[in-house]
């Protein structure tokens, strides 16, 4: 289990790297997934165009990220929620507020789920859609590499 599953592993890698500047020729992929780290990306558009650029003709773009609650009610509970209870929570388990307090805002900076979709249709995917979990709290957002 873990890191020697891993290492045993023939399948699948693991690689650690600049979403901005990957080193991988064009055309190497046929599946790029990033999970809660795009809205982390100092360029948002330049790492989505390097996964576009990843990526083989028919290739798909998967991303699971913080999204926006559209719903006014589960906003404002969620809100209550982030800014108050999870800052804490950060301090007590971690002793590391700071963090906690980054994460709420992050979120609420980053693109919403329409910004989101017009950004990777700018860069060039194709048949993009996004699907809210958790009304919205988290969304997959997906896109298609045209075959040409």
């Known amino acids: 289990y873990g890191a020697s599953l891993l290492e045993q592993s023939k399948g699948l890698t693991f690689v ?3 979403a901005q500047s990957l080193d991988f020729p064009d055309n190497s992929f046929d599946l790029y997934t990033i999970a809660f780290g795009l809205r982390n990306v100092t360029d948002v558009d330049k790492g ?6 990843v990526l083989k003709p028919g290739g798909r773009f998967m991303c699971l990220e913080f999204s926006q609650v559209p719903d006014p009610i589960l906003r404002q509970i969620y809100d209550a929620y982030s800014f108050h209870v999870i800052p804490e929570i950060g301090h007590f388990v971690a002793n590391d507020r700071a963090s906690y307090q980054y994460l709420v805002e992050s979120i609420r900076k980053f693109s919403n789920q329409e910004e989101l979709l017009a ?8 048949l993009t859609k996004y699907t809210n979990l958790t009304g919205g709290i988290v969304a997959i957002h997906e896109g298609w590499k045209p075959i040409q």
Not at 119 to 126: E, K, L, N, P, T
């Open 16 to 18: 650690e790297g600049n």
């Open 119 to 126: 950004r990777m249709d700018a860069v060039g995917f194709q």
């Open 48 to 53: 989505l165009a390097e996964a576009y650029r």
